[in-house]
């Protein structure tokens, strides 16, 4: 019982650990990138559809990643090159790849949508600590994307605070004519930070699809990339914080299960809006965005 | 109220840009040009689908105004467009980036459903009224939740409102499975409003009706108060530049506060009014969007409220001749959500490119700019 709520607390925060992941790498450079939810979505559909039609996990990945880069390159040329409006840009990104995702879906898979499942990616054990009870099914027997994200945590704590590039990222998203002064190159950094950031967001998509539902629904990512939002405030952009803010919405969503399993009197579309209330509440209690880098959200222009 | 010398230094670096007919012609024609690039780039998504272009324009137009009903069909499905679209604009106005109003549309309509069937035997006016501004409440409530927090706690309204907007979904449908549900739980809906709370005044034979009437005058409204009055002027100060706001006096917290209520009201107002006057009851599903859609229109209307009924039609007769597309072409209806999404990217693209090496204001460069110089002499008068 509690096994399966720790097991399913993990496979839900794992999409949104490697988004929110993406997220606080484009944040640290300077850009809000709310088109993350539409990343997710073409993440996850071309990468089940990739993997449907050729069998092969590895190529279904590849296409995730590389639909989640295309749509964050468009962003990029918007957001960073033209600096037109990071909010309604990404707002229209997502609209387009709710449209786009519908249209190919629809075509793929005819008219009324039939269901389409693939073999998904197999789970692996790893030895005897995936017989640990409670946390060892959780932890230790997993998809392979589980073990990215969590992998990625300490990776992407040490790139921002150990690194040159962590460096200019910081110095892009708090003070970017400084950076430009300094020929760091703002343009170039935050476009790094979302191509980046587009590799995640499609593997988190491909996680739904490949790894989780082994189908794709239309809208499947269902807020997930918006709840990554709050997990990069929440987490007070720093990647330990987010990790521990995503479990914290991972059992939130995880917890419809269990207290569904148990049988409750309390309707399930309360546990269907807990994600949602809950990031409303801890944004509410938690208030500030002190530590935001200063120039999030601001357009750069190279003057 | 903002003195002249205080705007002048706002927009300090404004003071001679964007000024004069040309530009703002050049700033009307571009949504029209931003249409005619995605009509062409539609077209050639729809060669790759295997259609043919003009055969599906040509069902589009025919869908949308092919006779009086599909052409009274079009101005239905504009006017939750038009109540949303002014709520985005007079939020984007003011710098509010509210993404929620399809939840406080939903709200909206909870707010109206819920009251609406206890109605019965008051007079019709009465109810009609009472059912809107049960409506306007609702939206109110849930466009201030998100007002109140950005004020009071430094919220970002832009999560806040879009998680706002899965709650409501959720709340909808838990209402239509739950309390509302009707007797009969044969469907999950809830019970028929009264009589006298469904909407009279109907063109006939059409399903248009008063609303539409109801969200031109709200649209007259929106603009004089936004153009022609002092709150108006200090909310849009308040969208060009929020410290200096700050900085001269402006009540920043009750703005933030008010600006968003208002916004939500809209929508929810136009919830009820689709409760009131198309669907007499709550169903699982009652807005495909509308929310969203209504950045777009809002855009093409440049954030004017008075061009958001055209804006709206125009979005409304791709809502509905996508419709008539869809059975003849088999194009899947969410077509229309590329439409809307390149819309707006090429839209703010063009912008962007037309104003180069400006000052950069709401939407990024020049996006609005051509209101910003209306604003400064409006303080120049002052």
Redesign the interface.
Known sequence: MLEAFLTSTIAMATPILLSALGELIVERSGV?N?GIEGAMLVGAFFGITAAYFSGSIALGLIAACAAAVALNA?LA??VVN????Q???G?????????????F???FFG?TGSAFTITPMRNIALGPLARIPLAGPALFNQSALVYVAIALVPVVAIIISRTRYGLELRAAGERPEAADALGLGVYRIRWQALMIAGVLSGLAGAYLTMAYTNTFI?GISA?RG?VA??VV?VGRWNAWGIAAASILFGGAMALQFGLQAVGTAI?Y??F??LP??M??VV??FM???ADAPSALGE?Y?RS | MLSRRCYELMTARVSALYSGAASQFAAAVRPLAALLIAAAIISI?LIA?GASPLAVFADLWRGAFGNWLATTDTMVKAMPLVFTGLAIAIAFQGAM?N?GADGQLVVGAIVAGAIGPALHGWPHPIAIAVMFAAGAVGGALWGG?AGI?RA?????E???T???N??AA??L??MV??PLMEPSRAFPQSVVIAQDAQLAFYFEPSRLNFGMILAVVLAVGCYIGLFHSALGFEVRALGRNRRASAFFGLPIGRLTVGVMALSGALSGIGGAVQVSAITHRLFETMSPGWG??A??VA?VARLNPLAIVPSAILFGALDNGSQAMQRAH?????????????V??IL??F???AARGLR?T????G?SAAASSDLAAEAGDA
């Open positions: 809000l709310i468009l040329v918007l033209l600096a037109v409006n909010v309604v840009a707002t229209a990104i997502d609209i387009l790849a709710l449209g786009l995702t519908g249209v879906y629809r075509r008219q239309e807020g918006y939002l709050s405030i309707p579309q309360f269907l809006a949602y209330v990031t409303v944004l509410a208030g500030g965005q357009p222009v | 998504v689908l980036w993404i939740i927090l009071r706690r430094q919220v970002n832009i999560i806040c879009i998680m706002l899965f709650v959720q709340m449908s838990w499975h739950g969203y859609e950045i777009a855009l088999g194009v899947s209806p969410e077509l229309v959500y590329i439409i809307q999404g390149m707006i990217i703010v693209a912008d962007a490119v950069p709401l939407f990024g460069f996006g």
